[in-house]
């Protein structure tokens, strides 16, 4: 056999096996590819469904018990009916049902709110009130529009000691050529009632008992028109 014909056969060998190891590389390329696309593609069955869950507020101790009168600040003197959870704006809060028998209204309040709530004063603050309620009115030299102010942020404070220097102020007692306007009457009425509420309850007393003492101290007649 001529050597041109020999080399031209192992010639024809080798690209023969070039042309296989470059399509086995492909091949296992190509399968590296598709393994890769398989793991990346999630099988229908291992697709999990997206569970929506309500979110919980922080938690926080309740300091105030069903039963329990309390005062809030805005609205005067209240009962909690009950403690239960509730879904916010897709947010579960802890919150206080709470009875204002003065307006028949119920208010919600979430119980991480419940700094704004205050329990019922004592005997002892009760006694301390009643004694600035017996002292003479300090009237500010000022324009009306500002005092109201004054008085207004007193009586929305929810503080016992502030309710009782607005009724004291605004008391007029049995002077009737006084002349009260109408606004003065109002924040009066506003702040006697609190006070009269809170006072009844950590009495113990009826409500014409409680009116009768304060009264007394305001020094003037309970039957007297405002």
């Not at 018990?65 to 897709?90: A, E, F, M």
């Not at 008085?151 to 503080?159: A, D, L």
Request: glycine share 4%.
């Amino acid at each position: 056999m001529p050597k041109k014909k020999i080399k031209k056969r192992k010639k024809v060998k080798l690209k023969k096996k070039i042309s296989k190891k470059k399509s086995k590389t492909r091949q296992t390329k190509k399968n590296k590819i598709v393994q890769e696309n398989i793991h990346r593609i999630p099988k229908s069955n291992d697709q999990k469904v997206e569970i929506i869950k309500i979110k919980k507020q922080a938690t926080e101790k309740k300091i105030f018990k069903i039963k329990d009168h309390i005062v809030y600040p805005k609205h005067g003197v209240g009962q909690i009916l009950s403690v239960g959870s509730k879904t916010i704006g897709g947010i579960e809060v802890q919150c206080y049902d709470i009875k204002f028998e003065k307006d028949k209204a119920i208010g919600l309040l979430p119980v991480n709110k419940q700094s704004h709530l205050r329990p019922l004063s004592s005997i002892n603050q009760v006694n301390k009130a009643m004694s600035i309620l017996r002292g003479k009115p300090k009237i500010k030299r000022t324009m009306w529009s500002r005092r109201a102010q004054e008085y207004e942020q007193k009586i929305v404070s929810g503080k016992i000691y502030d309710l009782a220097e607005v009724v004291r102020d605004l008391n007029k007692g049995n002077d009737i050529l006084v002349d009260q306007s109408y606004s003065e009457r109002q924040l009066l009425e506003k702040a006697y009632d609190r006070i009269l509420t809170e006072f009844q309850i950590v009495l113990g007393a009826t409500a014409e008992q409680t009116q009768k003492k304060l009264d007394k101290a305001l020094k003037r007649n309970q039957h007297q028109e405002e």
